[in-house]
């Protein structure tokens, strides 16, 4: 049987997945004509032209104008067909990371969902956590004792600034972390002393100053509902504990936002999770943790 070797426009049309009106704009502007023009204007198009149909569509599905893809059409050769890949190879490559990205963030907004959906509020445990990479503002704790809310505020997006423009957003919220010395004394519960966003990149990505690691180790947890800023109530909660149980805080605790603004309108539906490290170590008259 002999091998089929052109085509109407209407089966070359159909066969490429396009109407027969864009392949004859393609012939009217240049860009894709077909193989024969018989006398009275029939057009067919040899199966020799398929492959390069499809390049065609998918210069244009890689956000090459036609203005481009014609002045190519008329000076291709190897060689410009070459550099041609090689730009869209780096551009794909791009909206590959891209789309990781993107991927990661909405991944990890769907397990905070799903932890959101499965936490007791006002209760305290201890849990075994790994490390975590942070990037972690310039130190505010001065600020923050002083009330300085516009300086505050400046270094809040300096910190949200860094971490977008680095691609350093995995899809958590931003977090506070607070020394020892502030959320062991009651009333002293919201003076931050850097925010943070944790993030999958790693440290060496991060510059120096706004590199941090979250100890992998023994944490007490406690999460609640509402405001954000209403922490003295779980922060009396885990010095309770840490008093009972005779156990010493070990560094800074991280405020981390599981539910907030995008997921409710009503504050109420707020969940946060704090996190306080302890030693490994208990403490030998029970006294010190607080």
Known sequence: MAR??????????????????????????????????????????????????????????????????????????????????????????????????????????????????????????????????????????????????????????????????????????MGFMLSPEEYLTPGRENFESYYFTVTERPLRAIERPYRFERPAGRYLVTYFAGDYEDTARPYALLRDYLRTHHLRAAGYSYEESILEEMSSRDVRDYLTRILVPVAAEASPCGQDAI
């Open 4 to 173: 089929k070797r052109s085509f109407h426009t209407g089966e070359f049309a159909r066969i490429v997945g396009v109407n027969k009106r864009t392949l004859h704009y393609y012939d009217a502007q240049g860009i894709f004509r077909p193989a024969r023009v018989e006398p009275n204007g029939y057009r067919s198009y040899s199966f020799q032209q398929f492959y390069p149909f499809y390049m065609l569509r998918h210069f244009r599905a890689m956000g090459l104008d036609l203005a481009e893809i014609k002045e190519y059409m008329e000076h291709r050769s190897p060689a410009r067909l070459d550099a041609l890949l090689t730009e869209q190879q780096a551009w794909l490559t791009g909206e590959l990371a891209r789309l990781q990205h993107q991927m990661r963030i909405v991944r990890n907004q769907r397990a905070l969902l799903a932890q959101a959906a499965h936490v007791t509020c006002g209760r305290v445990e201890e849990v075994v956590l790994p490390a975590a990479h942070l990037v972690i503002s310039r130190n505010v704790r001065k600020l923050a004792l002083q009330g300085d809310s516009p300086t505050l505020e400046r270094a809040m997006t300096e910190h949200l600034r860094y971490v977008f423009e680095h691609k350093a957003d995995a899809g958590y919220g």
